[in-house]
């Protein structure tokens, strides 16, 4: 059965810091990249932050500086640190494994930067 477990997530006045973790399991390949993506209320599904199998990272524009995502390859683990948080980053995380034949999704955490 495959899994995927996002952790972490609350609510956190604006300029705080929450680490969001992600546990892949069951998945019956290789996991090339991993990534953090987000959708907010009325919005689309974005990218956030992904990292490959070799730890090459790539970050969206709005959270360059602020966000940065790691894994432990031993452990089929993702991370995902977050400084300096702000209202417009309030939205559903989502942990994402790609595999060669399909990418596997978790069900979401709910991050909310309010005062």
């Known amino acids: 059965q495959v899994q995927l477990v996002e952790s972490g997530g609350g609510l956190v006045q604006p300029g705080g810091s929450l680490r969001l973790s992600c546990a892949a399991s069951g998945i019956p390949y290789n996991i090339n990249d991993m990534g953090w993506y987000r959708q907010a209320p009325g919005k689309q599904r974005e990218l956030v932050a992904r990292?490959?199998?070799?730890?090459?990272?790539n970050y969206a524009d709005s959270v360059k500086g602020r966000f940065t995502i790691s894994r432990d390859n031993a452990k089929n683990m993702v991370y995902l640190q977050m400084n300096s948080l702000k209202p417009e980053d309030t939205a559903v995380y989502y942990c994402?494994?790609?595999?060669?034949?399909?990418?596997?999704w978790g069900q979401g955490t709910q991050v909310t930067v309010s005062s």
């Open positions: 994402k494994a790609d595999t060669i034949p399909q990418g596997y």
């Open positions: 990292i490959s199998s070799g730890f090459s990272t």
